[in-house]
């Protein structure tokens, strides 16, 4: 990205747990949908980034695109915000979470960045996820999440991509929840933070 270039918004939230651990610093980065913004479906993202942080040694990162729909610009933001927070805070592991069109951004993302570890996506579209396969290869864990009332993408979306992905893999249907999986928001931030924790408070081997 050209210096003249505006970058990604991005709201980085910071753990002030000091207890010792045994994992190196590490960062849950949640992009939205097609049109942008920081909240995520159901507005879930501002708990999950507090709530994410009362673990010690982790990073929480809101991301807004530059060009939200624009899907390689959109890619090309989120590596740069991962570079970013390594050169900024030296994270060591990534966990990311994409919404609707995020979730052909963070599987795109992940498998070309080496530092993700796994990635969750909540409604995900199919366009744009050709390298869902990559991510096992490479030893990146997937968590899909959809409602099966979804009049947006409907839920066959993230059971090809669970088909499609390696193992570890996890599908989560919803059912008769919408597109946001608003009648869901608490099971599916609890099971997100679940999967996150999983990946980046895993102790050094």
Excluded at 63 to 85: A, S, V, W
Excluded at 120 to 143: D, E, I, P, R, W
């Amino acid at each position: 990205m050209a210096a003249t270039e505006r970058r990604a918004n991005v709201r980085v939230h910071i753990s002030k747990n000091v207890q010792q651990c045994n994992y190196p610093r590490g960062a849950l980065i949640m992009v939205a949908g097609a049109g942008g913004g920081y909240t995520g479906p159901a507005a879930i993202y501002p708990d999950l980034a507090q709530e994410i942080i009362e673990n010690s040694n982790i990073i929480s990162v809101q991301m807004d695109y530059r060009f939200p729909g624009d899907l390689n610009p959109c890619i090309e933001d989120l590596i740069e915000t991962i570079d970013i927070l390594v050169s900024k805070y030296q994270i060591e592991r990534v966990v990311l979470v994409g919404w609707s069109f995020g979730g052909a951004v963070v599987i795109s993302a992940g498998a070309q960045h080496n530092l993700v570890k796994a990635i969750a996506t909540v409604a995900s579209q199919t366009a744009g996820t050709s390298s869902v396969n990559q991510l096992a290869q490479k030893g990146k864990a997937c968590l899909f999440i959809h409602g099966t009332g979804d009049q947006c993408l409907p839920p066959r979306c993230s059971e090809q991509l669970y088909r499609l992905a390696g193992e570890p893999k996890e599908l989560v249907l919803y059912n008769g929840d919408n597109h946001g999986v608003t009648n869901h928001r608490y099971e599916a931030k609890d099971k997100i933070k679940e999967f996150t924790l999983k990946y980046l408070c895993a102790p050094t081997k």
